[in-house]
């Protein structure tokens, strides 16, 4: 196959951010009663806001968004620990340089995002999509066609790179290639295109129109 463009998650896809994110979710369960295994075996790979309302579903919208900035706060002040996945970094600069069109396209808010992604140390890509810009997040594939439509391509055309089973969920209902790198277990009935352990196994293999892995 063909493809013009990639659309990447970022937490746990191109950063390692799995203990701020993991201590932030058992704060807030203690302050709940709600027992952390219980958080972690949900959280990963969808918006806050979709947890938040799974976890308190009496709770009406004025305390859900409180409950909300409170986690973003957390989580956008703690970068601490917080790495590069081995091959980002080089990935992300290798296709600036090519000119291959690149996104990111994550389920957490702008404030937690921005700070995640300034662990990379580099250029903000032109298309950045967070949280606040789509209704539905992932599972759902509207953060991926966003994406792609942002970049001027088909959605068949780009290939996601995700770790979650959420976000390889949302990427092939975008009908997009998925990538799935580092997978859990709760991801392998899903059919991705490519699976991989590491971004550093990825190749690109540049052709006429675009390029191929």
Same mark, same amino acid.
């Given at each position: 196959m063909m493809y013009q463009g990639f659309l990447f998650d970022l937490d746990g896809t191109l950063v390692d951010s799995l203990a701020v994110v993991e201590t932030a979710w058992s704060k807030w369960g203690e302050r709940h009663n709600i027992p952390a295994s219980e958080i972690l075996a949900f959280i990963h790979g969808k918006q806050a806001i979709t947890s938040l309302r799974h976890f308190l579903p009496l709770a009406d919208e004025a305390t859900l968004r409180d409950e909300f900035l409170w986690l973003e706060h957390l989580e956008s002040t703690t970068v601490e620990g917080i790495v590069p996945l081995p091959g980002a970094r080089a990935l992300l600069t290798h296709l600036t340089d090519q000119q291959i069109p690149w996104a990111i396209v994550t389920s957490g808010s702008l404030p937690v &995002?921005?700070?995640? %992604?300034?662990?990379?140390? /580099?250029?903000?890509?032109?298309? %950045?999509?967070?949280?606040?810009?789509?209704?539905?997040?992932?599972?759902?594939?509207?953060?991926?066609?966003?994406? !792609?439509?942002? /970049?001027?391509?088909?959605?068949?055309?780009?290939?996601?790179?995700?770790? &979650? &089973?959420?976000?390889?969920? !949302?990427?092939?209902? !975008?009908?997009?290639?998925?990538? &799935?790198?580092?997978?859990?277990?709760? !991801?392998?009935?899903?059919?991705?295109?490519?699976?991989?352990?590491? /971004?550093?196994? /990825?190749?690109?293999?540049p052709a006429a129109q675009g390029f191929r892995l």
């Open positions: &995002a921005t700070a995640r %992604f300034q662990v990379l140390d /580099l250029p903000r890509p032109a298309v %950045f999509i967070t949280a606040e810009q789509v209704a539905k997040g992932k599972p759902y594939p509207d953060p991926y066609l966003l994406g !792609a439509g942002r /970049l001027g391509l088909a959605p068949e055309h780009c290939v996601v790179v995700e770790d &979650a &089973a959420a976000g390889i969920e !949302a990427g092939l209902a !975008a009908k997009c290639a998925v990538v &799935a790198v580092n997978a859990p277990l709760d !991801a392998a009935h899903l059919n991705a295109t490519y699976r991989l352990k590491s /971004l550093t196994e /990825l190749s690109i293999k």
